[in-house]
């Protein structure tokens, strides 16, 4: 076995990162080698050098790579080579001298409150299962803040409507569960009883599904949440992720705690949270500057 292949069984098992990730790891992982063996420099981890790095950094920069995605590359190549020193593959970490610069943050972009109103309060949806839905799915999302991934995951067991909860399997299987609001759970059950007059019981326990009762899939989503976002907003991303932003950007602008932010968007860390008080603060500046007489 590879050390590659090795280091990608480790996240599986042992770190339990999702298969997405492991494959966005894999990816990365690829690249470098490519970049290593296409100007003759060697393959063997305990020859490579800090030097060689950076140079697959400028190479990057130089083809107009997002700044973004370096860091993420070379955040893959950090945890792979900690991972061999570990196991004593190597003795030192070219990876320690790397300093990369600070990535400028972007503000997550959110659907104001007032558009997402117009699209849930109207009747955009219609009346067939379809529509609702739609409809079930466009507001899961924007009432839990839970991933694309995790809405498609979700099981009929997962929503327990006596309850007024849903429980949702995040990242490396971490569970979390979300109240749901007393109307969106009169909406469920009008869901759930049209789906069950489509789904069979042996379609795997699906909660969401197609009109033929099969489990959704990633651009089923995407597709669905664009559609429906363009009716009410010109931003340029409409996918579901815009949706979860929106969640946390609504409630602390209504005064939600962040720590409970963090805990119902599943984030390991607060600092993931955090980047939404930057949108909070730029609606305080602007309020500020509109009130204030001498602003």
Request: proline residues 3%.
């Amino acid at each position: 076995m590879s050390h590659k292949e090795s280091f990608l069984q480790y996240l599986q098992i042992e770190k339990r990162y999702s298969p997405h990730t492991i494959r966005s790891y894999e990816n990365d992982l690829d690249q470098f080698y490519s970049y290593m063996s296409a100007n003759d420099m060697p393959s063997n981890p305990g020859e490579i050098t800090s030097h060689q790095i950076r140079a697959w950094i400028v190479s990057m920069m130089d083809n107009n790579i997002k700044s973004v995605t370096v860091h993420r590359k070379i955040s893959c190549l950090r945890v792979f080579f900690r991972y061999l020193r570990k196991e004593g593959v190597i003795k030192s970490d070219p990876l320690e001298k790397i300093v990369l610069p600070k990535r400028k943050k972007t503000l997550p972009v959110f659907v104001g409150e007032e558009a997402l109103d117009k699209l849930l309060d109207n009747n955009n949806f219609g009346d067939d299962f379809e529509g609702i839905r739609n409809r079930t799915i466009i507001e899961m999302l924007y009432l839990t803040g839970m991933r694309k991934a995790e809405l498609i995951g979700l099981r009929n067991l997962d929503v327990d409507l006596n309850e007024a909860t849903v429980k949702v399997t995040g990242k490396r299987n971490k569970q979390r569960i979300i109240p749901l609001t007393k109307p969106f759970t009169i909406r469920l059950e009008e869901y759930i009883k049209m789906k069950n007059e489509i789904a069979e019981a042996e379609n795997g326990g699906w909660f969401f599904v197609t009109v033929k009762g099969n489990k959704l899939y990633d651009k089923y989503v995407y597709n669905i949440v664009k559609g429906y976002l363009s009716m009410v907003t010109t931003i340029e991303k409409r996918s579901p992720h815009i949706l979860r932003h929106t969640f946390a950007t609504h409630m602390l602008n209504r005064g939600a705690d962040l720590n409970a932010i963090k805990e119902f968007l599943g984030h390991a860390n607060l600092s993931a949270t955090q980047v939404y008080t930057h949108n909070t603060f730029e609606k305080l500046k602007k309020i500020y500057k509109q009130a204030h007489p001498r602003a």
